[in-house]
């Protein structure tokens, strides 16, 4: 039985394999089987993107869904996350696709039951099906990983998007920098050198944003100059290379992370990646039902 619970513990062969496999799903538009299963996505907190594009992965590739959701569940009498999941694979559902505030949420559970769980975001932790539709979307673009100059940028600290990303990125050969306020450095990350998004814009060929968390903070920080301090303007755009990329995995703060007019620019990948998530999750469910 195999978990998708971060990529840190997964060969870099595997990962390589299942980013192939997306980008063979998207070039044929042909999908494994996966009829006769079924699966339950739990979101524990909001998502658009992930959520519905789990969904549309499942539903190419045949697969049953038990429509779960939090707010009319029994988690609002107080049911713990073992005993929702328990429950429902004892009357049949045979994967999970959770998604949980609390960093690690799986740990206990892993131990505790005998289906696989896919992490479809932990907390500050992992987003470990994020990576992988972005490495789909940086192969797509520049053909392999070694040597890309990528910058991170924003919110380090509690977005697992940057964690994920950052750790594999480097594994692959990438040189990883992060551009973000000092109070959102992550100190207890080593992949890549602190910096400011002037000193690297010319020299990335990614320029990877964030989305501030702002249900995560404790302390307020100055949303309304951070676009001209921190984020990506037009004037900052102006300067990429030409052939560099922008993304940033979803939902955006119009205006504070990015100038709204670079969104849908050229040089953005930000829908690419997004249609890229439904491939990257079908590899990941053949992973998990098929190898
Ligand atoms: C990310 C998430 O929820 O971690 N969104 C997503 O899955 N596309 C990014 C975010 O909300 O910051």
Excluded at 179 to 185: E, I, L, M, S
Aim: net charge negative; hydrophobic share 35%.
């Amino acid at each position: 039985m195999k978990h998708f619970i971060s990529l840190e513990n997964l060969d870099l062969e595997i990962i390589k394999d299942l980013v192939n496999d997306a980008v063979s799903f998207k070039k044929r538009n042909a999908f494994p089987n996966l009829s006769n299963h079924y699966i339950s996505n739990l979101f524990f907190e909001n998502s658009t993107r992930t959520k519905l594009s789990f969904e549309m992965a499942e539903k190419k590739t045949g697969i049953e869904i038990i429509y779960f959701d939090a707010e009319s569940s029994s988690v609002k009498k107080g049911e713990t996350l073992y005993d929702t999941v328990k429950t429902l694979s004892s009357i049949g559902v045979e994967c999970f696709v959770i998604r949980h505030s609390q960093d690690r949420f799986y740990e206990n559970l892993i131990s505790q039951i005998d289906v696989p769980i896919i992490n479809a975001g932990d907390g500050c932790g992992d987003h470990p099906t994020q990576s992988l539709l972005d490495l789909v979307t940086i192969q797509e673009e520049f053909g392999s990983f070694k040597d890309l100059n990528v910058v991170i940028v924003g919110d380090i600290v509690h977005s697992r998007v940057a964690h994920s990303d950052a750790k594999i990125l480097k594994r692959l050969g990438a040189n990883i920098s992060f551009a973000t306020p000092k109070f959102w450095q992550d100190t207890t990350m080593n992949m890549g050198t602190y910096t400011s998004l002037d000193e690297v814009i010319s020299e990335s060929d990614v320029v990877m944003l964030l989305r501030n968390q702002n249900e995560r903070h404790t302390q307020h920080y100055d949303e309304k100059n951070f676009l001209s301090q921190y984020g990506l303007t037009k004037e900052r755009a102006s300067k990429m290379k030409s052939g560099a990329i922008i993304m940033h995995p979803a939902p955006i703060n119009r205006n504070v992370e990015i100038d709204e007019d670079l969104i849908e620019s050229p040089q953005s990948r930000i829908f690419t990646q997004m249609t890229n998530g439904v491939y990257a999750r079908i590899a990941v469910l053949n992973y998990v039902f098929n190898s």
